[in-house]
């Protein structure tokens, strides 16, 4: 029987395939014989695509707290998406912001001088360096937000979405602690990229075993719907500008990799696949980075002036 979908709980949920491993740990622990990475499926409902079964939000939060701020995530220039991301707010109800997933506070230091910045974030130490920065930070998780009173103008979510456990309860929360007229403003991949459409569940970036839910446009108009939203803005964008050479190399890479393992499942070629001494090579990598392609969404939802109260949810440990 098919998992219940982990944004909107509907019974019809579609089985993609086998998600592939691509990192050399599980959440920093070793791999063993008894850790699944999983499936990908899609619920015909929502359009979400989730990964099943996925870490527990407890394994996660855990793992998200111990990361050492200098040992990911180092941004030496001011992203492009942050360009974007000042433009929106630019004109939010209140001037004020909270990054959720703010690590070490860089995008809210680099755009955020006009505003009143907040973070949520669960790593201590990269908690400390946003502070330092002038960053106030309120909770190490969305939960943590269930009896914040303030309320901003803009919440940000950069790369984050895509580890929440149960996505639409957790926008429920951060709906609770946005002024009307606010915005919602979320970067992450999107699965109806000519890309992703492409490799399917052989894609780059559903291979991390700490990414466990995936969204297209769509998805984004439904939630909107449930929480008293619109959709403002959606714009495409890589996850990080490449050069030409960089693009065209990611992408004849990704293509041989998704070809492999399409071949590879039809029994028999395998085993001569792996006899061929450069084509072996391709069938010893674990994915292949393609974070030049334009399989990103910048998606604003502003709330509408007269939405209500969102009702309270489960508890669910989410970043």
Known sequence: MNPLCIACDSQETTLVGKLPVFTPDYLDQSWAETVDAGFLYRCEQCSL????????PEALLIYYRGLDKDERWHVDSEREVWTYVGSELADVPIPSVLDVGCFRGNMLRQIGSE??????????????????HGITIIGDS???LRSEKR?????????????????????????????PRGKLIIFTGS??????????QDYWYCA???HVAFFRPSWFHW?????????????RLPYEPAAFRQRTDETLKNMSFIIYRRLERFAGIGSILSRVPVIQRIGNWQSCWWTSARDHILITMTKNADAPFTKDVAPTASP
């Open 115 to 132: 505003l009143s910045c907040f973070g949520v974030e669960p790593s201590p130490s990269a908690r400390r360096e946003s502070e330092a």
């Open 151 to 179: 309320r901003f103008g803009a919440i940000t979510l950069i790369d984050v979405a895509e580890h929440l456990p149960r996505p639409l309860e957790a926008l429920q929360i951060l709906s609770h602690v946005l002024a």
């Open 191 to 200: 699965t109806d990229a000519l890309s992703w459409q492409f490799a399917r």
């Open 142 to 144: 969305i939960d943590s």
């Open 49 to 56: 695509l989730f990964r099943w079964p996925m870490p527990s």
């Open 223 to 235: 939630a909107a719907r449930q929480l008293g939203f619109r959709v403002s803005s959606v714009k």
């Open 208 to 210: 991390m075993p700490e």
